[in-house]
Each structure stands twice: as C-alpha cells, then as structure tokens.
C-alpha cells in the first residue's frame, strides 16, 4: 500500500494489506525489520529519521509510532473515525499530518504528548493524499476523492483554495521542489495527471496515457522528471519541462500504489499488489570532464560548475583521498546534461542531454554551437566532431561547419570518437576514416566503448564481458588503399592487428603512451601495458577515470557525488614501459635514471614478463629478483656475488646446480658448502673421482654430525677405523661390531664389550646372551683367517686410490681390492 526510503540508511518501508509493515535494505535485498501491526490493510508507513520512528496509519484507524532500533512501540492512539489514507512528516517542526476516509486532516505534536493540535474541514469526500509544500512548510496541500486539490496553511483551519479540474476522485498530489516554478501535480480516477501552476491556481498541462485509475505521481526532487503510477500496472517517466513521455516502465506486478524518490539519490521505490521494486534512475556516471590542464568541468543538476587542480596548492595529497577543490559556477545550461566532453585541445566542452548538444567555450561557457543529437563525439583532431541524429544518420562536423553526412550500411546504433569514427550496428564495430568517410574495417564486436591511443596506433575496444587491445597499421590501410588489394566488403583485412584480449569489464578507460589505464567493473584501478595488467588501486566505490596528468603522476577520477581523488602513477614509469612495447632502448636508458629506485624492480618485472631479462637484470634493485634473474641467464658471477650477500642456504642450492650443469665444479663444490649439502657434495666428490675432495668431505660432514655422510665418505676411502669409531661415537653398538666383525676382527672383541656394558644398563639378560668371540671363538668359526687377512690387507693392499690413477691400474688387482667396496 506504501513504500518510503530512509535519508541516510539504505532501507525501504513498506506497509502492507495483510497488516505487516517491513523494513528491507535494499543493498543487500534483505528483511532487516518486520512490525506485526494489526490484521487490517495498513495504507501508510513513513520513516521519521531524527526519532528513528516508523509511524503507521491503518485501518483500524490507529495510529502507531515503532522505534526502529529497539522494534519497540513508543505510542498509539486512535486518530480518525475511518480508515487512515496517508500520514505526512513535518520537516522541521514535531508535527505529523493524517488524512482519512472520516474527511478531515489532523495535525498532532509529538512534543506535546502526541496531542492533536489542529483538524482541517472541508473536503467532502475521503482524503487521499496531503504533502507539505517543500518551498513553504507552513503550507500544505491535500487530494480528495471529491475530486477537488485543497490548499492550507498550518494554523488556519479552513483551505486557502480550492484547485478544481479533474472528473473523478484526486488520489495523489506532489510539489515541485525546484526552486523556478510554482507547480503542483495530481492525479485521478479520470486517467489523467494535471500539472497546475497553485499561483495564479490554472491547470498548466494534462498528461494523458495512463489507461486506468491514476494512483501516485511525483516530481523527482532532483533529476527532471515526473514519474506517475496507475492501477494499469504502469509507471511512467515523463520530462518535467517539456512533458514528453519518457518512458514507460511495467515490471507486471499489477497495480501500482506508490512512487518514493529522494534527494541525493537517484533510486525511486516503487509499491505494487504484488511486492515493491527499486529502480535507479539516469545515467550512473556523473557529467564530467577535465581537461590536459588539470581543469574539471561538472554538471550539478543543470548548473555547470568549474575546479582547478592547479589552485590546490601545496596540501599534502593522499592517494584515494577526497580532494577539496575550491569550485566556481559558471552558470545554468539550457539542457539538462548527461554528459559533459572537453575536445581533444581543451578550448571546448560539449554538453549534451534531451537529445540535444551544446559546445561551449571552456573558458567562459559561452555557447559556440548547438544542435540536436542523440549522441556526440569529438574527433582526433580537435577542429572535428561527429553526431549521431537517429539510428541511420551520421554528421560530421570540422570547425563548427557541418562537413558531411552519411548513412552507415547497417545503420548506427551508437558512435565512437578517436582515431577514427567508430559506428556500431548490428553487425558489428565499423572504423570509418573522418575525412572522406570511407570504411577502414568493419569488425565483428559489439563494444560498449572504444578508446584511441593519442598516437591513434594502439586501440581498445571493451565490451560487456572483456577488452580487446589492437594495433592500427596505417601504412598497410595506405598501401591497401593505393594498391586497391586485401579490400573486402568489410574493408582493409590488413588494418588492425589482435594484440590481446583480457577478461575484465572496462568502465573507463584512457591511454598514455601505450599504456591503456581503466577503471574496471569490479572497482580496480588498472592498467594494461603488453599483455600485462598492473593494478594501480582497489577503488572502495564505482569511480570514473577523469585524466592522468604527467606533470603531477597522478591520475584523477571523480565519482556519482562529484567528489575527485587521485591516484600517484609515475609518468617515468609509463613512458619506460612505453619505449620498451616499441623496443626502443635508447629510450628506454634515456627514461631509466628518472625512475626512483624503489620503482625499478616493479619496471625489471615487467622486463622479465617482455623477456627482456639481460635488462631486467640490470634495472632491478631486488636481491631476490635479481638472483632469480642472473640463474635464469646463467650469469653465475652475479648469482655468486648475491649469494654471498644474502647467505642463504637455498640460494647456494641453486647456484650449486647451475654451476654443476655449468661445468664449474670448483664453484659447484664451493656453493655445496656454503649450502652444507653433504649429500651433493658427496656426489659431486665421487661422480669426480676427486680424492682432496672427499677426503674434506669427510672430515666437514664429521664435524657438522651428518654422520651418515661421514661415514659413507670414509667408507669409501677405505678408513675403516673411523668407520668404527663414528659408528661407537654415535652409540652405534651393534652395528659396530658387525662393522668389526666384516672388516675389522681384532677391534671386535673391544666393541662387544662395550655392547654388552651399555645394553647391560637396560637389560642385563640380554647382555649376557652377547657372546664375545675372543671368549668363545668356538662359535666364530675362521676367525683366526679373519684376523690374517685384516692385517694383510691393511699392510698391502688398502689405500686410496685417485680415479686419477686407474690407468695404471690393472684389472686383477683393481677386482680383488675392491670387490667389497661399492666402487
Ligand atoms: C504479510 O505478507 C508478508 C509478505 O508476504 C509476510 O512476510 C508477512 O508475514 C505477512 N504478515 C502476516 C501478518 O500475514
Ligand atoms: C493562505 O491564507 C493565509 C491566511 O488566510 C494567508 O496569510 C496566506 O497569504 C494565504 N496564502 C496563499 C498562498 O494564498
Ligand atoms: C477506479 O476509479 C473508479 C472510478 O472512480 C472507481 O469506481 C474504482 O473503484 C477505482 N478503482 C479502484 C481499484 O479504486
Ligand atoms: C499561470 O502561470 C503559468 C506559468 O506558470 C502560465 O503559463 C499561465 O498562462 C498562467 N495562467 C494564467 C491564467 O495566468
Ligand atoms: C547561445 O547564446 C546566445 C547568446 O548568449 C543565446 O541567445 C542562445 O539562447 C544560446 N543558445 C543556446 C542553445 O545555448
Ligand atoms: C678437488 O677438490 C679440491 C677442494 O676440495 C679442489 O681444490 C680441487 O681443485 C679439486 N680437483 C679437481 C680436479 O677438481
């Protein structure tokens, strides 16, 4: 039956027939409140912010006051003898108004113990509807179904007049809150809306449309429309000034009951039978505009307003901060704007709206054309713009002359300005040249918008789900042209080549250098340079890109309530990035030393991410990066050096196997070190044959208790006797008397004692099984041959020997030392 919206928090009430009231957030689309008000229709339920009140009228004729915080009813009372049709909240004063099916309209005062203070008498039929005149709160007007408009002042209880025009019952009446024109607006079981001027009290337009009983209408408060509902289940949207028919809008939820706008916002509730509905209404972006000099240009409403970044002064600036730009007006624009354009130079904006253009000069907003255009689009060059007049006819204009005209063979749906002019149509993205307006391409693309390179060599053209980034090949459209070849119906094939696609919604976007910088759908603030995407912020909010001014590194964008922040990004940076796309090194080691330090590593990733890795290594001030680098390169003096610096084990891993792949065991065994890898190094020191090497080895892995390495190393040196000791030195018992008993017989009487004394301390049963075979050599058969053969080899034959001399080796000795060991 109602809907009304919250000024600050993002709430809709609705009352209900079935007697509920409910307070949904219409961000999050979800319930927040509900209040259980009676089992009868309740027609009316407003927000009272500054009590944080809900008040509800119904039909069982009370009135209820909620605390919304709290859910807790703070008042009631029986208000009228009849249904309650509407409520109206004073502004100021603690006043609120009800109308009712019993004819009259009461006042009651809140601060005054809810008292009635005043009854106004004389319409003669239900009252429908009472709204208080925004321009004067002491004034008040009413809507009845004795299908007269009442108008009242507070404290007088008989109307000042009576407006009276409509054939069936008034249901709805609203102010127009702009400060220009004394209107007011009704609407009524006759199907019509009437607009009356309440001065000179005359009826200045009718609306005719509605094919049912008219149930609320409004002037927006802010944008210039009326919007009206009716029991046809139809809103419609008019224009406040001329009264043309905007639009109509049925969302099939039978009939309609209520229209809510707001100031400052631009959703409107609307209240159905079957559920309520916010719509936003008029372009999202904000009409803006700045131009290279840092020159801001807005549309507030209808007024023209002008910022200078320059004027800023010194202030400390915080990226993402609200700037305060002192603003001047620069007076009222005969259209309602929706969007506003400098031109390529800066000397000109366009404003356009309504289906009509105006170009102004920037510096005094002194009108230097006007047409009508359903769109406008400058031109490179900044004498020359295009218009779109329907969807077949396309103007071009070069110093304010119309130049040519043209119908585009597909028609056009919308244009591009840039480079060239793009002409979108069912077919697709048609590039036409300004001059002769002969196609370059036509390409299978539905754009939502196309942005030029300012050197028109590079272009982006976004759609609803990603962007393509192309190169423009002037020299082939040239020769193509001249030559006539590798023309088709859809123009020069050669013109453009695909550079990329990425995956993201572009919002706004703009180029510098070959840098293409955009806001995207998911609130970032990117940019794209070969192939690669450089978040420069996460927006915390939709924002729209105004410029990049190199002078400052900054970027400047401004969102829906026309407040601007900026962004730091180093021109340096960007022109860097720019040489190294158009492999123009002289440039790029031109542009090198303005890069601050700190930046430089981000610069030698994207070198990296080029392949130009010689030179990513160069730029970057990050160890980590640049070790990274000199490995991917090979360069082992300057991974070395970093090595060095950083002692870090993992990096002497690393540069440990490039140098083995490289060859460069010397340094490959001295990285090995650094990294205590004892298990590579034993590796490298027997895959080597390199007998100074292993012999260190074994002695380093001892000391640094890698005994497993130690002992495998003297193992292999045939150092038997450390073997031993290393296994008893590590508690080692049993398996250093095995030990002694394979290789080593005299020592293994020695270390079965000593078996036994330690495995006596945990059991001693055990210990005693333990035979020791000097004592029992009966059990030890060939022991005695055992201690032979240990003494002859130990005197004859064991020692080691250097891969350097297998040469001189022959096979029969070389099978018979070794054949135990695993050589
Ligand atoms: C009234 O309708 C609403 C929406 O369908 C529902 O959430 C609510 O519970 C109903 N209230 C009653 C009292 O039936
Ligand atoms: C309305 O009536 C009051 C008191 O009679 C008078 O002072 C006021 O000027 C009138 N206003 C209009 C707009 O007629
Ligand atoms: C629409 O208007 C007619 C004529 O005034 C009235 O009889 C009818 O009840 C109205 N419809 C509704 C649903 O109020
Ligand atoms: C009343 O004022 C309106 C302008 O608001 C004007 O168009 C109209 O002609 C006037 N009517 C009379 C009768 O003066
Ligand atoms: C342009 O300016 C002239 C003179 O200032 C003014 O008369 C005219 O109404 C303006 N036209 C438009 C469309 O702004
Ligand atoms: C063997 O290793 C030592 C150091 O452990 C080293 O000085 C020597 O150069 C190496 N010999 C060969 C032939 O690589």
Same mark, same amino acid.
């Given at each position: 039956k109602s809907v009304d919206l919250h000024p600050t928090e993002p709430w809709m009430v609705a009352s209900l027939y079935n007697g509920s009231v409910c307070v949904w957030n219409h961000e999050t689309q979800t319930l927040v409140k509900t209040f259980e008000v009676c089992d009868l229709p309740v027609r009316v339920a407003k927000f009272v912010a500054r009590k944080h009140w809900v008040i509800a009228g119904a039909d069982d004729m009370q009135i209820r006051v909620f605390n919304y915080n709290t859910l807790e009813r703070a008042h009631m009372f029986e208000a009228h003898s009849d249904y309650i049709r509407c409520i109206a909240v004073h502004p100021t004063q603690p006043y609120i108004l009800t109308s009712s099916d019993d004819m009259l309209i009461k006042l009651w005062d809140w601060d005054r113990k809810w008292v009635c203070g005043q009854v106004f008498e004389g319409h003669t039929h239900y009252v429908m509807q009472i709204v208080i005149n925004p321009k004067d709160n002491n004034q008040f007007a009413s809507a009845s179904l004795d299908r007269t408009i009442k108008v009242w002042q507070l404290g007088s209880s008989s109307p000042n007049f009576t407006l009276e025009g409509h054939e069936k019952g008034v249901n709805c009446i609203d102010y127009y809150s702009g400060g220009d024109k004394p209107y007011l607006i009704s609407g009524a079981d006759d199907r019509l809306v009437k607009i009356w001027d309440y001065q000179n009290k005359t009826c200045v337009q009718t609306l005719e449309g509605h094919t049912q009983n008219v149930s609320c209408v409004s002037f927006h408060p802010e944008l210039p429309i009326i919007l009206t509902g009716s029991e046809d289940g139809t809103v419609r949207v008019w224009h406040s000034s001329t009264y043309r028919l905007e639009n109509t809008l049925n969302y099939g939820m039978e009939r309609v009951w209520c229209v809510c706008g707001q100031r400052g916002a631009n959703?409107?509730?609307? %209240?159905y039978d079957e559920g309520s509905i916010i719509i936003k209404l008029g372009r999202e972006e904000?009409?803006?505009?700045?131009?290279? +000099?840092g020159k801001i240009m807005w549309a507030k409403h209808s007024e023209v307003q002008q910022a200078n970044l320059k004027a800023m002064g010194e202030a400390e600036i915080q990226d993402g901060e609200r700037l305060s730009l002192a603003v001047k007006d620069m007076g009222s624009c005969e259209i309602y704007p929706q969007t506003i354009q400098h031109n390529p130079n800066g000397r000109f904006v366009v404003v356009c709206g309504d289906g009509e253009y105006i170009i102004y000069t920037a510096m005094a907003l002194r009108n230097k054309s006007f047409g009508s255009a359903q769109e406008f689009v400058w031109g490179h060059d900044s004498s020359e713009y295009a218009t779109r007049e329907s969807t077949? &006819?396309? =103007?071009?204009?070069? +110093?304010?002359?119309?130049?040519k005209y043209f119908k585009p063979d597909f028609g056009a749906e919308g244009i591009h300005g840039g480079f060239l002019l793009g002409v979108r149509s069912v077919s697709g993205l048609a590039f036409y040249d300004w001059e002769n307006t002969e196609l370059v391409r036509r390409i299978e693309i539905q754009p939502k918008h196309v942005f030029w390179s300012e050197s028109g060599e590079l272009v982006c053209i976004a759609t609803e789900e990603s962007f393509f980034v192309l190169r423009y090949l002037a020299e082939k459209v040239a020769t193509a042209q001249e030559t006539?070849?590798?023309?088709?119906?859809? #123009?020069?094939?050669?013109?453009?080549?695909?550079? #990329?696609?990425?995956?993201?919604?572009?919002?706004?976007?703009?180029?510098? %250098?070959?840098?293409?910088?955009?806001?995207?759908?998911? +609130?970032?603030?990117n940019y794209y340079v070969g192939g690669e995407i450089v978040t420069v912020a996460h927006l915390d909010r939709t924002m729209y890109l105004l410029g990049y001014i190199p002078k400052d590194d900054r970027l400047y964008l401004g969102d829906k309530e026309l407040n601007i922040v900026t962004y730091s990004l180093l021109v340096s940076v960007l022109e860097y990035q720019t040489a190294v796309m158009r492999r123009d090194f002289g440039m790029a080691d031109r542009v090198l030393p303005t890069i601050p330090k700190e930046m430089r590593t981000r610069v030698a990733h994207f070198l990296e991410k080029q392949g130009f890795m010689q030179q990513a290594l160069a730029v970057s001030t990050d160890s980590e990066h640049r070790f990274e680098l000199a490995l991917q390169l090979g360069e082992l003096k300057i991974a070395y050096q970093l090595a060095v610096e950083a002692e870090s084990e993992q990096k002497w891993k690393q540069l440990a196997e490039l140098a083995t792949t490289k060859c460069q065991f010397v340094l490959a065994q001295e990285c090995l070190h650094h990294a205590q890898d004892y298990g590579g190094l034993l590796l490298l020191a027997t895959a080597s044959?390199?007998?100074? &090497?292993?012999?260190?080895?074994?002695? #380093?892995?001892?000391?640094?208790?890698?005994?497993n390495v130690a002992f495998l190393t003297y193992f292999?040196? #045939? =150092?038997?006797d450390k073997c031993l000791e290393l296994l008893i030195k590590t508690n080692r018992l049993p398996e250093a008397a095995f030990l002694a008993r394979t290789y080593l017989p005299s020592h293994v009487s020695r270390v079965v004692n000593l078996w036994k004394e330690s495995l006596g301390k945990v059991n001693q049963k055990a210990a005693d099984a333990l035979a020791n075979p000097t004592d029992y050599s009966n059990l030890f058969p060939g022991l005695q041959e055992a201690f032979l053969a240990e003494e002859y080899l130990k005197e004859t034959h064991v020692r080691l020997r250097p891969a350097a001399e297998y040469p001189l080796i022959t096979v029969s000795r070389y099978t018979h030392i070794l054949g135990t060991l695993i050589w």
């Open positions: 959703s409107v509730a609307l %209240g904000p009409a803006m505009s700045m131009d290279s +000099n077949s &006819m396309v =103007k071009i204009f070069k +110093n304010f002359k119309e130049n006539k070849e590798g023309v088709t119906e859809d #123009g020069i094939e050669d013109a453009f080549e695909v550079l #990329g696609e990425i995956q993201e919604v572009v919002k706004t976007g703009l180029w510098v %250098g070959d840098c293409f910088i955009y806001t995207s759908s998911v +609130n970032r603030l044959g390199n007998t100074t &090497m292993v012999g260190k080895l074994a002695e #380093g892995a001892e000391r640094d208790g890698k005994t292999l040196q #045939g =150092k038997l």
